[in-house]
């Protein structure tokens, strides 16, 4: 995995904090880097912007008990998607 890809989600999601202020909280949160990973490994079986969505979506939820709609996730989705494609 590129870690040039990885620091460039870690920064889209970093900037979108879906978990506002509890961000500050987690101590081992370093700018959302192992959900970075995660959601870029799960993308190598996504073919479309919609699966993207859900894989950032589920990823999230999962790690830290969020309530994230698909609604919530499609634009961030949409740019880690778009990275992703031009990372391969």
Known sequence: MDERTIE????I???????GERASFI???????????????HLNFSKSHSEATN???TVLNQA???ELTREDCQAEAYKIWKLFLKSD
């Open 27 to 41: 101590e081992d949160l370093n700018e959302y880097q192992t959900e970075a990973i995660d959601i870029l490994f």
């Open 8 to 11: 460039k989600v870690k920064k």
């Open 13 to 19: 999601l970093t900037q979108w904090n879906p978990l």
């Open 55 to 57: 894989v950032v979506q």
């Open 64 to 66: 830290f008990d969020l």
